[in-house]
């Protein structure tokens, strides 16, 4: 199986929320910069709604049926035996439909996440999604959402044999996947619909991701109250919001990830280290809660526990975790110490090089320095290994992409931040500096 990753996506908006127009690309690690309420976790919210979608089914369905869809499977054998002529034209019908399904998916997704979507005062806002293989844009008004797009085709399906029915999926006449011995219609329904959802979450990569696309919320710490007592969140979770509902579910299934051993724990296992803690999962009354036991060997709830480990443990799981494949991360340097920070950002960069997405908000420019020195030290590796950095610890600039966020009348403007090889410029550190401090740069010196 061959994944494409790295696929340049940019996200442009007109008319949306707080922004006028708005453009950027979305690289493995993605920064949004500024001060509060100007619109930085808003932008980060709407990416994960994109990110984090599934294929409509009712639209699949409906496609399906218009294109002859059922008529066309009635035909598919004979006697038995695949008719190869039919299954071609079937595959290819079933491929048209599902991409209706993906780029329906998308638009209901930002549709449940953000009814209110459209500028105030404005009638009609659009997103525009691009890459070099499909355009997408998503016109709203009234609160309806409608969508067009184009796209390359560069996914062929092949048959390779008739009996037993044989597969062979194609990406850009790559081979990457086949599969053999399919009996039946039902058989074949069921090879489609998962190879296709496997290759769409690949090319279309960091968006269409499903489940594998994590929000970390801000006010994480408070959150974890939740977890202590799960019938306590079955009764208050219909008082939340849909994004903390799917916050305290990530969170349960990386607890259950952590106590099967499935995290890749030499990620997190020095950022553990300095805040002085190790979890544990503790079965009472047929239920494991989450604790933590402390450097001086007291064991504490996970609700009980200091702000800086409630609010950074989810971020840690999520990072390690090798069924996330995109991370959205509201504010990861909140509690946490200097030192701390810097392996927050160590911890960020090995999960840029195991090929995560990682989108956060920040107002830290300790964060961003230790950022930025990890993309310095790519241009210095033998410095890199005088300092004691893992090849997976640095970052390469065309990785990285940051934003300036700040409010310019009645609307917020999107600033991109320079990078080079030697990390983010220092005019550019002192541009965020009077941005967030609203102080002349000149004080820093």
Avoid: C
């Amino acid at each position: 199986m061959t994944i494409i990753f790295n696929m340049l996506w940019k996200v442009k908006l007109s008319n949306i929320g707080p922004f006028k127009e708005a453009e950027i690309e979305l690289k493995p690690l993605t920064i949004f910069i500024g001060k509060n309420s100007v619109g930085k976790s808003y932008f980060l919210r709407l990416l994960w709604a994109i990110s984090s979608s599934s294929p409509d089914y009712i639209e699949f369905e409906k496609r399906f049926k218009e294109q002859g869809g059922e008529e066309l499977r009635k035909r598919l054998r004979s006697e038995g035996r695949w008719n190869k002529d039919e299954v071609i034209k079937y595959v290819k019908l079933y491929l048209n439909s599902f991409t209706y399904s993906v780029i329906s998916g998308i638009g209901k997704r930002i549709g449940i996440i953000d009814h209110n979507i459209v500028s105030h005062g404005k009638e009609i806002g659009n997103i525009s999604i691009t890459s070099d293989i499909m355009n997408i844009s998503f016109s709203i008004t009234k609160g309806r959402i409608s969508y067009s797009f184009s796209y390359k085709n560069i996914i062929n399906i092949e048959v390779t044999k008739t009996s037993p029915l044989g597969l062979v999926f194609k990406v850009e006449s790559e081979e990457y996947d086949r599969k053999d011995g399919i009996k039946d219609e039902n058989d074949l329904d069921d090879v489609l619909g998962l190879e296709l959802l496997y290759i769409f979450s690949s090319i279309l990569s960091p968006i269409f991701q499903g489940d594998s696309a994590i929000l970390l919320v801000d006010g994480r710490a408070g959150l974890t109250d939740f977890l202590s007592s799960p019938l306590r969140s079955m009764k208050i979770s219909d008082y939340l919001s849909i994004v903390d509902k799917e916050y305290l579910t990530t969170f349960y299934l990386l607890l259950e990830q952590f106590d099967k051993g499935t995290l890749e724990q030499e990620i997190f296992s020095d950022f553990f280290e300095e805040l002085g803690f190790a979890l544990k999962l503790i079965e009472k009354s047929g239920v494991k809660s989450p604790y933590v036991k402390m450097w001086n060997n007291v064991l504490l709830p996970l609700s009980q526990a200091p702000s800086g480990i409630r609010e950074s443990l989810p971020i840690a799981l999520s990072l390690s975790s090798p069924d996330s494949s995109t991370v959205f991360i509201e504010e990861p340097e909140v509690h946490l110490h200097p030192k701390a920070q810097k392996l927050m950002a160590k911890m960020i960069a090995r999960a840029v090089n195991s090929k995560k997405y990682i989108f956060i908000t920040t107002h830290s420019d300790y964060l961003l320095s230790s950022i930025s020195n990890l993309i310095s030290l790519s241009s210095h590796p033998d410095k890199a290994k005088e300092l004691g950095f893992k090849d997976n610890e640095i970052l390469g600039k065309d990785k990285v992409v940051a934003y300036l966020i700040k409010s310019e009348g009645d609307h917020s403007k999107v600033d991109q931040i320079e990078i080079t090889d030697e990390g983010i410029m220092e005019s550019e550190f002192t541009k965020v500096a009077e941005e967030l401090l609203d102080e002349r740069g000149n004080i820093l010196g």
